[in-house]
């Protein structure tokens, strides 16, 4: 049996003819029933019954025609989930991205994303970097947007966004007074910072010391840029703070004054190793590019 044989036996089926299947198919009529009484050979049963010069399907017959026609509706579900995978992609993409960017950023490339794409569903979470890097890792992310301290080993990775940060100051705070703030500004101040390990604390912290200026009074360290916003919303202290990280939230609480010298909060973007990237990656790459 081959797919020629196939074909030609569900011309024969559709048309109720020899003669007429030969006609739609371009070819003689003892080439359909030479075609025919092979496929009967192989099968081992007759697919017609000759009665007086017209050929009527066997019960065998229909019953191998209802097979036939059942695999090319599944032949026909693999072209339309072929055509979907190629206009579409697989449907949804996940996504994990650290705090700093997950209430602005992002956000407004899921929707240019969704404009694009309204058919594929998305799954973002907003994690710890570390967390971020290691979903990717473990393939429960497409992608992940991190603080640029994560271990990038085992992972495609690019550099992604490095903004300025600002100095966040309580609305009334004696420093919103000022057009630009120091290190020696900070000296004393009840300060929200970010854990010791994350980058951009480090290059405060290297900035502090290189102009001997006494350095703020820690009062909270956290992980989260959305905390270190609601914490000096609140008033506990002063902070640095990236212009992403705030542009979700409302600032009316807040006095934003340019930092010197500069401390940047790095990003990268995080990809899996082991696996290219999918046209849908790729467009909600070229969406977070156009964010920026």
């Known amino acids: 049996m081959n797919s020629r044989q196939i074909e030609i036996f569900v011309a024969v089926m ?11 198919l371009g070819v003689t009529q003892p080439g359909v029933s030479r075609t025919i009484a092979d496929l009967e ?8 019954d000759r009665v007086r010069n017209r050929i009527v399907p066997t019960p065998e017959g229909r019953l191998l025609y209802e097979e036939v026609q059942a695999a090319f509706r599944g032949m026909d579900k693999i072209r339309s989930a072929a055509a979907r995978i190629r206009d579409h992609g697989a ?3 996940r996504v994990a991205s650290l705090s700093a960017l997950g209430s602005s950023l992002v956000p407004r490339a899921v929707r240019r ?10 799954t973002l979470m907003v994690l710890p970097s570390r967390d971020v890097r290691n979903g990717v890792v473990a393939g429960e992310f497409d992608l ?11 992972l495609v990775h690019q550099p992604f966004v490095s903004p300025r940060a600002l100095c966040a100051i309580p609305l009334g705070h004696p420093l919103a007074e000022r057009s630009l703030v120091t290190p020696h500004d900070l000296a004393g101040l009840d300060f929200v910072a970010y854990v010791p390990e994350d980058r951009a604390r480090q290059r405060l912290d290297l900035a502090i010391a290189e102009s001997g200026a006494a350095p703020p009074r820690i009062v909270v360290e956290t992980i989260y840029a959305a905390t270190v916003f609601a914490l000096i919303s ?3 202290g002063v902070g640095l703070v990236s212009p992403y990280a705030i542009a979700g939230f409302d600032q009316s609480r807040i006095v934003l004054r340019p930092f010197e010298p500069a401390v940047h909060s790095k990003s ?8 290219p990237k999918s046209q849908l990656v790729r467009d909600f790459i070229d969406c977070l590019m156009a964010e920026r």
């Open 234 to 236: 609140e008033g506990v």
């Open 91 to 93: 449907g949804q993409i």
């Open 14 to 24: 559709k048309a109720g003819t020899i003669s007429r299947a030969a006609e739609l």
């Open 144 to 154: 992940g947007l991190a603080a640029d301290e994560v271990d990038v080993s085992g």
């Open 268 to 275: 990268v973007l995080l990809l899996p190793a082991d696996r």
């Open 41 to 48: 050979a192989s099968v081992g049963f007759l697919l017609f």
């Open 113 to 122: 994303f969704r404009d694009r794409r309204p058919d594929t569903a998305v």
